[in-house]
C-alpha cells in the first residue's frame, strides 16, 4: 500500500498564501495520479486540484483556479500545493490522495489510498 503524509497546513489571514506537501512511501510513486482534495464537516470531500504522472498536466477546481498550484516532484516521491490569496471559503482540511486510475479524477471514489490530511483554517 502506498502511505501519504500532508503537512504545511496552519492558520494564514485571508489574502495570504500557504504551501501544503505531500510525501509517498512508494518508489512506485509514478504509477499514480497525484491530487489534492478538501473537506469540511458535513460536506463530501471536495476536488481541489490533480497532476497526472509526468508532471506536465494539471486540473483545478474552478474555484481554486488562477490562485492555487499543483506540482510533483518524482525523485523526492512528493506533491505539493501553492496556495496564494486564500479566502475564509478556502478553509478546510486539506488531503492528499493517490488514484492508479486516470480517468474520473475530479471524483474523491476514484482514489485509492489517501493521506490523513492537514488543516488550513484561514481567517478574516
Known amino acids: 500500500q502506498v502511505q501519504l503524509v500532508e503537512s504545511g497546513g496552519g492558520l494564514v489571514q485571508a489574502g495570504g498564501s500557504l504551501r501544503l506537501s505531500c510525501a509517498a512511501s512508494?518508489?512506485?510513486?509514478?504509477?499514480?495520479?497525484m491530487a489534492w482534495f478538501r473537506q469540511v464537516p458535513g460536506k463530501e470531500r471536495e476536488f481541489v486540484a490533480a497532476?497526472?504522472?509526468?508532471?506536465?498536466?494539471?486540473g483545478y477546481a474552478d474555484s481554486v483556479k488562477g490562485r492555487f498550484t499543483i506540482s510533483r516532484d518524482n525523485a523526492k516521491n512528493m506533491v505539493d500545493l501553492q496556495m496564494n490569496s486564500l479566502k475564509p471559503e478556502d478553509a478546510a482540511i486539506y488531503y492528499c490522495?493517490?488514484?492508479?486510475?486516470?480517468?474520473?479524477?475530479?471524483?474523491?471514489?476514484?482514489?485509492?489510498?489517501w493521506g490523513q490530511g492537514t488543516q488550513v483554517t484561514v481567517s478574516s
Open positions: 512508494q518508489r512506485t510513486f509514478t504509477t499514480y495520479v
Open positions: 490522495g493517490a488514484s492508479e486510475d486516470r480517468y474520473d479524477i475530479r471524483n474523491y471514489r476514484t482514489y485509492d489510498y
Open positions: 497532476v497526472d504522472r509526468s508532471g506536465g498536466n494539471t
